[in-house]
């Protein structure tokens, strides 16, 4: 159970989201493209931290570091694959997507971009592209609320469905009073809460070793691979364990931050505030589980599940105070992408099939409205998903990334980089990439090759190759 000073963070932890939600309700949600893409105002810190934290969740706080922990530093690659794949989607994404999506009709959602990039009159790629996003948003939110009714069951000393639900309020809250901007700067502020903790976690434990031990030397006595790079795998295993990174070029809740930056010309700026962050952060969930292990193997200590390494450090080694602190930090990681995925959801339940199919003629007051009521309806089906904590949708979401990565990543490229792409390309693409990926799962091969490579190379044959069959556009 948490002291009150633990308590006391916590609480203001809270207050500060749910304050920055009632700022951006106040600043901008007077339209549909206020409220679902702040009006393309954002600056460049803002969308550096805001991308990169709504990408990590709680995966980067718990995921990571005890995957370090339990087979070693080759656990890294899959940090290294996500750092160039971010850079890269930063420098082939970025420029490209914030200067076409206002070109091609000032586009406010992904789907609607694709539907007026390929002048799509039957909305048919537009509607696919939305219902990818709805279906596998609702499992990736219902993840995280688990994730948090989780740690409040086993860090703070609540109810699985207490913490359920104070995860789930909060965020809700926020999103629906903000929208955009309101989940911009509540993942700053989470982001830069993340890589504080990821700082001194980390450099604490090291502190905490005994005098003239070596954290190389103690890893080594447990087993001489866990220092290596490359040691206990193969240049296949390495290959597919970097190739995480090609997830980024099609992650919506992660892309949609470059339609909303104020300029073009603030993009070299937030890239590199990002890239730093992200090098900040992974090198300290990297190092969480590293001197996490030799700091339990030398205090003499057992840990159950490594994922916990992190928060059996914070209680180890921090006063109650910090502790809350530190807490917020792996809540901040799962609210930020959980905010993020609701708001993505519920733009593309709003423009793409409400303003699409329903009514066209909607107000924006009306399409604000909607949007909310929208955050809300995906909010509560995550809510159904997450009521069960071992529910099969945790498996199902653990390939998410590589879905969403092989259908959208070689459409949202090509679409960007290539003219020559036709709307039958785009669609076949989109929809070989998801079909390999999920083939690729049910038939057990995911542990020889990740199936983001196989779908994402499939993906790509297709869009060329259809689209070199059919007349140019």
């Given at each position: 159970m948490l002291q009150p000073g633990a308590i006391a963070s916590l609480a203001v932890y809270f207050a500060l989201m749910l304050g920055i939600g009632i700022y951006a309700w106040r600043k901008s949600t007077a339209s549909s493209s206020e409220y679902l893409l702040s009006g393309r105002q954002l600056g460049p810190a803002v969308t550096a931290l805001a991308a990169g934290a709504s990408d990590m969740s709680g995966w980067l706080m718990l995921g990571l570091p005890g995957a370090l922990y339990a087979s070693g530093l080759v656990e890294a690659w899959i940090a290294i694959g996500l750092f160039i794949g971010a850079l890269a989607n930063w420098i082939i994404v970025a420029p490209r997507l914030r200067e076409q999506t206002e070109r091609f009709g000032d586009a406010l959602t992904i789907p609607e971009f694709l539907g007026n990039r390929f002048n799509d009159k039957s909305h048919m790629l537009r509607l696919t592209a939305s219902i990818v996003i709805i279906v596998f948003f609702a499992l990736y939110s219902a993840s995280g609320l688990?994730?948090?009714?989780?740690?409040?069951?086993?860090?703070?000393?609540a109810d699985y469905q207490t913490g359920l639900w104070i995860t789930a309020s909060v965020v809700?809250?926020?999103?629906?009073?903000?929208?955009?901007?309101?989940?911009?700067?509540?993942?700053?502020?989470?982001?830069?809460?993340?890589?504080?903790?990821?700082?001194?976690?980390?450099?604490?434990?090291?502190?905490?070793?005994?005098?003239?031990?070596?954290?190389?030397?103690?890893?080594?006595?447990?087993?001489?691979?866990?220092?290596?790079l490359f040691a206990g795998t193969t240049a296949l295993g390495?290959?597919?364990?970097?190739?995480?990174?090609?997830?980024?070029?099609?992650?919506?809740?992660?892309?949609?931050?470059?339609?909303?930056?104020?300029?073009?010309?603030?993009?070299?700026?937030?890239?590199?505030?990002?890239m730093a962050w992200m090098a900040i952060t992974l090198t300290g969930a990297v190092l969480v589980g590293l001197i996490g292990r030799a700091y339990v193997e030398s205090s003499g200590l057992s840990v159950a599940d490594p994922e916990t390494i992190f928060i059996l450090l914070a209680g180890e080694l921090f006063a109650p105070v910090?502790?809350?602190?530190?807490?917020?930090?792996?809540?901040?990681?799962?609210?930020?992408?959980?905010?993020?995925?609701?708001?993505?959801?519920?733009?593309?339940?709003?423009?793409?099939?409400y303003r699409l199919f329903v009514r066209r003629e909607a107000s924006e007051g009306e399409v604000v409205t909607v949007g909310r009521l929208s955050v809300v309806a995906v909010a509560g089906l995550a809510m159904l998903l997450a009521q069960n904590p071992e529910s099969s949708v945790l498996s199902l979401v653990s390939n998410a990334w590589a879905g969403f990565g092989a259908a959208f990543g070689p459409v949202i490229i090509l679409a960007l980089t290539w003219q020559r792409m036709t709307l039958a390309g785009a669609m076949a693409g989109m929809v070989t990439g998801a079909l390999v990926v999920i083939g690729w799962i049910a038939l057990g091969w995911s542990s020889a090759m990740y199936e983001i490579v196989p779908g994402f190379v499939a993906a790509m044959l297709a869009i060329v190759g259809v689209s070199l069959a059919r007349r140019r556009p």
């Open positions: 688990v994730a948090g009714g989780k740690l409040f069951q086993s860090a703070f000393g809700v809250a926020y999103v629906v009073l903000g929208g955009f901007l309101a989940v911009s700067l509540t993942d700053f502020v989470q982001g830069t809460i993340m890589a504080i903790a990821l700082v001194i976690v980390p450099w604490m434990a090291w502190q905490g070793l005994p005098a003239g031990l070596s954290v190389g030397d103690t890893l080594r006595a447990i087993d001489p691979n866990m220092t290596s390495i290959l597919s364990t970097a190739a995480w990174g090609l997830g980024y070029f099609g992650q919506p809740h992660i892309i949609v931050r470059f339609m909303a930056i104020r300029s073009v010309k603030d993009i070299p700026m937030a890239r590199n505030i990002c910090a502790v809350g602190f530190l807490l917020a930090a792996i809540l901040a990681a799962i609210m930020s992408t959980i905010s993020a995925q609701l708001l993505v959801t519920g733009s593309s339940l709003t423009e793409d099939v």
